[in-house]
Nanobody, 126 residues
Framework: QVQLVESGGGSVQAGESLRLSCAAS????????MGWFRQAPGKEREGIAI????????YYTDSVKGRFTISQDNAKKTLSLQMNSLKPEDTAMYYC???????????????????WGQGTQVTVSS
């Protein structure tokens, strides 16, 4: 089992920045990729950034490309998401996720990820 705990959410003005963190514990060596997902009220959960746990590959969805950066510190077992130039449409609950199967790494579908954190709220006002 892998446990994930997010932190760093908050309320900011449009144009400001936030940095989310996800602390992983447990059998983290069993995961091949990790990602950040978000879910706004009334909308489906969507993947926004994915990283292979060996750090070789990163994916970003178009809506955050150029503004968000995913990174990881394997020694500290921490996944991060630096979010710059935030927009009101970025308002959502943000979740950290980890996948056990290399075949699904790079998938944006939440169903392909096995472990989830409890989420951290990000609110961006105009």
């Amino acid at each position: 089992q892998v446990q994930l705990v997010e932190s760093g959410g908050g309320s900011v003005q449009a144009g400001e920045s936030l940095r989310l963190s996800c602390a992983a514990s447990g059998y983290t060596t069993t995961t091949y990729c990790m990602g950040w997902f978000r879910q706004a009220p009334g909308k489906e959960r969507e993947g926004i950034a994915i990283i292979y746990t060996d750090g070789t590959v990163k994916y970003y969805t178009d809506s955050v490309k150029g503004r968000f950066t995913i990174s990881q510190d394997n020694a500290k077992k921490t996944l991060s998401l630096q979010m710059n130039s935030l927009k009101p449409e970025d308002t959502a609950m943000y979740y950290c996720a980890a996948g056990r199967f290399a075949f699904w790494c790079g998938s944006w579908s939440p169903s392909h990820y096995d472990y989830w954190g409890q989420g951290t709220q990000v609110t961006v006002s105009s």
